[in-house]
């Protein structure tokens, strides 16, 4: 047997021992999260939010007035205060824990009809019962006082999140 053959089986047996490896590792880890964190509960979840499918994708939607002007960090400011005001409606519920499981996906959109768009995304998520708040500017920096600035809508079940925001652009 040559040097170069030896060198070979070496680095055949090298990567069949990392791919045994890698497999025994995976099957501990997939044993473990599931003792650890049991994912099975939360695809049951039955809410006052209507989120009782079997495999229910919730998010959050940040709706934000275009016709403003906010600059990029204002904009930042905004949404941070809807998504804290919007899990503070949900905070304890099985949708704020999946919500927070599935990585706490959230998006920002934009739309320009004003004050009176806002208030009717509003209505219409509140009539299918998904959580939502309206932001409003203390007015110490770019904005008038109480003007509302950005709508947060969600943790809620992404279908319905969809059916009242599905129409919008991202920001």
Known sequence: M???????RRGYLNAFVCFSAGLVCGWVVKGASKRVF???????????FGAGTSM??????????SDLGMTSGKVASQCS?????????????????????????KV??????????LLELLKHAKSLGVPA?????????????????????G?????KVDSIVGHLKLY
């Not at 049991?38 to 979840?45: A, F, G, H, T, V």
């Not at 920002?108 to 768009?117: C, I, M, P, S, Y």
């Open 2 to 8: 040559t040097f170069q053959e030896t060198d070979e």
């Open 108 to 117: 920002v959109l934009k739309q320009d009809k004003g004050e009176f768009g």
């Open 133 to 153: 708040t309206v932001v409003r500017d203390a007015g110490r920096t770019q904005i008038s006082a109480g003007s509302a600035a950005v709508l947060g809508i």
């Open 56 to 65: 229910c994708r919730p998010k959050m939607v940040m709706v934000v007035r």
């Open 38 to 48: 049991p994912i099975r509960r939360l695809w049951n979840i039955k809410d006052s």
């Open 81 to 105: 205060h809807a998504a804290v005001a919007c899990y503070e409606l949900v905070r304890g519920s099985d949708i704020a824990e999946h919500w927070k499981a599935q990585g706490q996906p």
């Open 155 to 159: 943790p809620a079940d992404s279908e």
